[in-house]
């Protein structure tokens, strides 16, 4: 079985933008199975012929979003290894995140989402894995080691620094119009404050800047395969 099986079935495909658009809209806890087949024009049967039950078809909706996130990051590193330095890679962060309102709502602690993900324990520890901090605290190192980020404050305090940076962008972004006027290019102000804040006042050499990329590259990638390993565990497989 293909681990993503809406590649194959578009009625798969069907109900999984329809969970998708309802989790959206009303919540886990609100959806039913018998809603999510409406919308999606099947039975209720059909869904049961992918998953076996709501939770596992609203976990493999979570994991595929999330898995999109990371393939976005993943193939604009992999283009351009500078795509890694901290003044670009937080402006991708926060814009690729906003483009996915259910990873979003994850990584911003959305309570019922959270419970779902938190059932069992090789998913809790996943899904832990992809937060603004797990992202912080697993790529600062890597930067660290490479010369990408400066030496003369702890690691810990630059890796707070940056969650607490990366969160702030992200809900002011998230609602432009709360922000004060004459503010044209809201991740360009992003990429300045984190080059301030981490970037060393002699920039990288281009083999320290690949290194680092492809480090981060391989941790990515673990994290891309355990999302579809996930996806693959919640599907049933009699189809």
């Known amino acids: 079985m293909s681990q993503l ?8 495909a069907r109900i999984l933008d329809s ?17 999510i087949a409406q919308a999606a024009g099947v039975g209720k049967g059909t869904v049961y012929l992918y998953w076996p039950a ?7 909706v979570i994991a595929r979003e999330l898995l999109t996130f990371l393939d976005e990051i993943i193939a604009r590193i992999t283009a351009d290894s500078a795509a890694v330095l901290p ?8 814009r690729t995140g ?57 690691l810990p305090d630059l890796t707070y620094a940056l969650h607490a940076v990366l969160t702030g962008f992200s809900t002011a972004m998230s609602a432009p119009a709360t922000a004060p006027l004459g503010v044209d290019d809201p991740e360009q102000i992003l990429a300045d404050t984190v080059a301030q804040l981490l970037e060393p006042p002699v920039a990288p050499a281009g083999p320290a ?3 680092a990329a492809e480090e981060t590259l391989v941790v990515l990638r673990q994290i891309q395969e355990a999302l579809l390993g996930l996806i693959e565990r919640s599907q049933t497989l009699n189809q």
Do not use: M, N, W
């Open 209 to 211: 800047v690949a290194a």
């Open 5 to 12: 099986i809406e590649r194959h079935s578009r009625k798969a």
């Open 98 to 154: 906003l483009r996915l309102p259910l990873a979003r709502r994850v990584q911003s602690g959305d309570a019922d989402l959270l419970r779902l993900l938190t059932q069992q324990t090789g998913d809790r520890e996943l899904f832990a894995r992809i937060t603004p901090s797990a992202l912080c605290e697993t790529g600062l190192p890597i930067y660290h080691r490479h010369g990408l980020i400066r030496h003369d404050r702890p």
């Open 19 to 35: 969970a998708r658009e309802l989790v959206l809209d009303h919540g886990v806890r609100k959806v039913t199975v018998s809603e």
């Open 87 to 94: 003044r670009s890679l937080a402006p991708l962060l926060v």
């Open 54 to 60: 709501k939770e596992d078809l609203i976990l493999g």
